[in-house]
């Protein structure tokens, strides 16, 4: 069965760090390109972080992108969410997502994803 299950999550003072964690099973994640997103309560799902199936490109939201890196693990299977100096509006739900491409793209809207984790729950005290 194919899967992603998210992890790491948890709650975290104003100023914090977590890592999450987006580890994939069920056959080789070599050729997909994997994405992350967060949703708060009552907003639509937005979009994080994105690297390409190489790891070669990142891309990060404006608004995160000198606080939360993306990354691949040694092995293609696992892909990490960095977040340093946490503010109380990044609580959210945080999903990873993946679709199949071989190359240098990176994929930034939820339509363009196919598979989804359940997500794991970030919460920012202030």
């Known amino acids: 069965q194919v899967q992603l299950v998210e992890s790491g999550g948890g709650l975290v003072q104003a100023g914090g760090s977590l890592r999450l964690s987006c580890a994939a099973s069920?056959?080789?994640?070599?050729?997909?390109?994997r994405g992350w997103f967060r949703q708060a309560p009552g907003k639509e799902r937005e979009f994080v972080a994105a690297?390409?199936?190489?790891?070669?490109?990142?891309w990060c939201a404006d608004a995160m992108k000198d606080r939360f890196t993306i990354s691949r693990g040694n092995a293609a299977n696992t892909v990490y969410l960095q977040m340093n100096n946490l503010k109380s509006e990044d609580t959210a739900v945080y999903y990873c997502?993946?679709?199949?491409?071989?190359?240098?793209?990176?994929?930034?809207?939820?339509?363009?994803?196919?598979?989804w984790g359940q997500g794991t729950q970030v919460t920012v005290s202030s």
């Open positions: 997502a993946a679709r199949m491409h071989y190359g240098d793209r990176y994929y930034y809207r939820v339509a363009d994803f196919d598979l």
């Open positions: 690297i390409s199936s190489s790891g070669g490109r990142t």
């Open positions: 069920g056959r080789s994640f070599n050729y997909y390109a």
